[in-house]
């Protein structure tokens, strides 16, 4: 069931809080719908956004792996929405047509081997354990 976008001007206060700090985390003036839909439930949509930003904050991983690693997940569970705004984003971050590639051929390998692995049902050797 595809529920109606909540924008900006029909948000309640707490809904336009989360938009804002969006806004002004990524300095833009546009929220994706992704946020817009999930603000039918504004707890959803603050705890969402809370982990978002702490999760894709640089660390150990710097923000372009981090969404390198975003694109990777999204395509081994088929979700078009994500595999687009993350690529997006880490285009801006950085990534190359060829940097694509290359992490298109280790997801199709990684879940070529991974369904091997489960169908064979391979066990693990102690050396890995």
């Known amino acids: 069931m595809a529920l109606p976008l909540i924008e900006y001007k029909d948000a309640s206060p707490e809904v336009r809080a ?13 929220i994706n719908n992704f946020w817009k839909v999930i603000a039918h ?11 978002i930003k702490q999760i894709m904050a640089p660390g150990a991983l710097d923000a372009l792996t981090k969404e390198l690693i975003y694109v990777a997940v999204s395509v ?5 929405y994500c595999i687009a705004s993350h690529s997006v984003s880490a285009k ?10 290359e992490l298109m051929a280790v997801v199709g390998m990684a879940n070529e081997t991974n369904c091997m692995v489960s169908g064979y049902q391979v066990e693990i050797d102690e050396q890995f354990k």
Request: hydrophobic share 30%.
């Open 41 to 51: 439930d504004p707890v959803t949509l603050k705890r969402t956004w809370d982990d």
């Open 76 to 80: 081994t569970n088929q979700c078009p």
């Open 92 to 101: 801006k971050k950085g990534m190359t047509d060829q940097m694509f590639a």
């Open 18 to 30: 989360v938009y804002d700090d969006i806004m002004q985390t990524r300095k833009t003036d546009w």
